[in-house]
């Protein structure tokens, strides 16, 4: 039984714990919730102490007491939860930009890369585009595989397979095929035959004439044959 202003002391994980008739401020656990072992004599004596007391408290406090214990854990594990999720968060934050910074400088990178071999692509397109038709023998006939010798002199090494796979579908490498329906003429299907005069007046009967202007409207219109070649695939025209 309580008496009079008696104050009787509850060790409960530093919480204040109200008896009946006092407040009084303890600093120490002693295991009335989680049933913590004492390590030594003195705790030991004080767990005995207390626990005196609890059972001289009634049950009505008794279980204020451990609830205020269990909530006190309950808040200390919220909060290490929460620093450690934060934790978690930042460094994974940092990664994440880390990684996206490599992966805008690869990109940048490769995006500058192929620029600059487009360019190249161009130029050495040009270069060999710029012997004239006449250096070439002229014959009364060619066959697909003088054409094709001629176009491996004028064509960059490079660019020579994106360059033939227009041409094979255009005119299976035939410089006088002639569309029936619309009239497209040549190795390229130029239409109206006419354009290949920009690059030679014999363009009707020198296959040299008309690889050079194939390849010009390549280089000019998308930067390189394997271009074209890429535009003819999604497209199947050029």
Known sequence: MLEGNRVSRISVRGFAVVSATAVTAVGSVVGVASGSVAQNNNDAEATAADTTLLADIPAGEQAQVQTASLTQQADAQAIAADASA??????????????????????????????????????????????????????????????????RQMVAGGQFQCFSNIVDHESSWNYQAVNASSGAYGLFQALPAGKYASAGADWQTNPATQIKWGLNYMNSRYGSPCEAWSFWQANHWY
């Open 86 to 151: 934060k934790k978690d968060a930042e460094a994974a934050a940092r990664k994440a930009a880390a990684e996206t910074a490599v992966a805008k400088k690869a990109a940048a990178e490769q995006a500058a890369k192929a620029a600059k071999e487009r360019v190249e692509a161009k130029a050495a397109a040009s270069r060999d585009s710029a012997r004239s038709s006449s250096s070439f023998p002229v014959q009364s006939s060619y066959t697909a595989a003088q054409i094709q010798a001629m176009a």
